[in-house]
Protein backbone atom coordinates (compact mmCIF):
# COMPACT_ATOMS: atom_id res chain seq x y z
CA UNK A 1 0.00 0.00 0.00
CA UNK A 2 2.17 3.12 -1.33
CA UNK A 3 2.20 6.33 -0.73
CA UNK A 4 1.82 9.36 -3.19
CA UNK A 5 2.94 11.86 -4.19
CA UNK A 6 0.51 14.81 -5.86
CA UNK A 7 0.22 18.57 -6.02
CA UNK A 8 -2.38 20.59 -4.61
CA UNK A 9 -4.69 21.78 -7.29
CA UNK A 10 -5.27 25.20 -5.32
CA UNK A 11 -1.56 26.03 -3.75
CA UNK A 12 0.42 23.98 -5.94
CA UNK A 13 2.25 22.66 -2.48
CA UNK A 14 3.34 18.41 -3.13
CA UNK A 15 1.43 16.33 -0.42
CA UNK A 16 2.07 12.57 0.16
CA UNK A 17 -1.74 10.55 0.16
CA UNK A 18 -2.11 7.22 0.87
CA UNK A 19 -3.21 5.05 -1.17
CA UNK A 20 -5.16 1.32 -1.06
CA UNK A 21 -4.65 -0.53 -4.14
CA UNK A 22 -6.62 -2.90 -2.86
CA UNK A 23 -9.50 -1.02 -2.67
CA UNK A 24 -10.04 -1.02 -6.67
CA UNK A 25 -10.85 1.99 -8.23
CA UNK A 26 -12.13 4.63 -5.74
CA UNK A 27 -12.95 8.53 -5.94
CA UNK A 28 -13.42 10.96 -2.80
CA UNK A 29 -12.10 13.99 -1.35
CA UNK A 30 -9.11 14.68 1.03
CA UNK A 31 -8.00 18.13 2.11
CA UNK A 32 -5.00 19.41 1.52
CA UNK A 33 -2.45 19.21 4.25
CA UNK A 34 -1.18 22.82 3.45
CA UNK A 35 -3.97 25.07 2.63
CA UNK A 36 -7.08 22.66 4.02
CA UNK A 37 -8.77 23.11 0.37
CA UNK A 38 -10.69 20.21 -0.87
CA UNK A 39 -9.26 18.03 -3.12
CA UNK A 40 -11.03 15.42 -5.46
CA UNK A 41 -9.11 12.42 -5.49
CA UNK A 42 -9.31 9.76 -8.20
CA UNK A 43 -7.82 6.32 -7.98
CA UNK A 44 -7.90 4.03 -10.89
CA UNK A 45 -5.71 0.49 -11.01
CA UNK A 46 -3.95 -0.15 -14.36
CA UNK A 47 -3.75 -3.16 -16.27
CA UNK A 48 -0.01 -3.46 -14.18
CA UNK A 49 -2.01 -3.55 -10.99
CA UNK A 50 -0.60 0.17 -10.04
CA UNK A 51 -2.75 2.59 -8.90
CA UNK A 52 -2.83 5.80 -10.71
CA UNK A 53 -4.13 9.08 -9.03
CA UNK A 54 -5.86 12.46 -9.94
CA UNK A 55 -6.06 15.28 -7.81
CA UNK A 56 -8.56 18.03 -9.16
CA UNK A 57 -10.20 20.94 -7.41
CA UNK A 58 -13.01 20.24 -6.06
CA UNK A 59 -15.28 21.77 -8.95
CA UNK A 60 -13.31 21.27 -11.65
CA UNK A 61 -14.50 17.32 -11.34
Do not use: L
Request: aromatic letters at 6%; hydrophobic letters at 35%; a negative charge.
Amino acid sequence: MPFVDIHCPYCGEPIEIFVDESAGPQRYIEDCQVCCRPIDIAVAIGDDGEAEVRASAENDA
